[in-house]
């Protein structure tokens, strides 16, 4: 497996880049630019040589924004860093599938609805068939409360879909939405794993934790380690599926949460014998 995350030193360039990679033993990496003009041959050489592989392209935005230009704006921009990581040759570019709210990522009675899972169905296909990537694929991170949500409706979603080059991201605290997933944790990660395994082309690295005293229910976000998912579980099922995995620390705040976080991923990982 391979595990990788944002950097705090200076990463400008090429050799920086993979200086700062290899102080911090990463051997996945976010996406080093922005443009197709940034140099990105000099940067797929320098990960080529240093055996890095670039882990994802995000997009962040809202490709069903109820504005019909914001929308159309969203998606140039999804098809965009779609073509980037085909150049770069990354192994996915990776959104979320957007929200019928009035934030880009708010939950929505309408997220969860027949007619905006085909609206995802449409959006996705515009944007994969404009690009037409050949060496990366297009994804959508699962979320609490937009589709995909489960391994049941991200399975349907690559039925419906129908594209070579959709693929699937996981992120399982993000599907940990109530105290069944919560403390079965465990099960939803090898049900995923089974029945998505040789799509997933990138995950996540987080954890969740229940919060006593908040009612009706209260889950936070933490560092890995401080919650209450199962990387025993989660390393073993990934190697399992893919031993050059990506698996991608994200969402802190300081340098010092990133290093806590990859030690305890590194030791759950010597403990259970997966190769980091």
Request: aromatic fraction near 8%; proline fraction near 6%.
């Amino acid at each position: 497996m391979r595990l990788g995350g944002p950097l705090f030193q200076n990463s400008s360039d090429p050799d920086s880049w993979i200086g700062a990679l290899r102080e911090r033993r990463y051997r996945a990496a976010y996406c080093p630019v922005q443009h197709m003009d940034d140099g990105i041959d000099d940067y797929m050489q320098a990960a080529h040589n240093a055996d890095i592989v670039i882990a994802e392209v995000g997009v962040w935005n809202n490709p069903l924004n109820r504005d019909e230009q914001a929308r159309r704006k969203a998606i140039d921009d999804c098809q965009q860093r779609l073509a980037l990581a085909d150049a770069l040759g990354a192994l996915c570019c990776v959104n979320i599938s957007g929200s019928r709210g009035n934030m880009w990522n708010a939950p929505d009675p309408d997220n969860l609805t027949d007619e905006t899972f085909d609206l995802i169905v449409e959006t996705v296909r515009t944007i994969i068939d404009a690009v037409k990537p050949t060496q990366t694929f297009y994804t959508l991170e699962t979320m609490p409360w937009l589709y995909p949500d489960s391994a049941d409706s991200y399975e349907k979603l690559l039925r419906a879909i129908d594209r070579k080059q959709f693929g699937v991201h996981f992120d399982p605290a993000n599907l940990v939405n109530s105290p069944d997933r919560y403390y079965h944790n465990d099960v939803l990660i090898r049900e995923f794993v089974s029945r998505l395994g040789p799509h997933i082309k990138s995950c996540h690295a987080r954890d969740v934790v229940l919060t006593a005293g908040h009612l009706p229910l209260h889950l936070d976000e933490c560092r890995p380690g401080q919650g209450y998912l199962n990387y025993r579980v989660f390393l073993l099922e990934l190697q399992r599926v893919n031993p050059e995995m990506p698996l991608m620390l994200e969402h802190f705040t300081h340098e010092e949460d990133y290093t806590l976080a990859a030690d305890y991923i590194r030791k759950v990982a010597l403990d259970v014998a997966v190769p980091l």
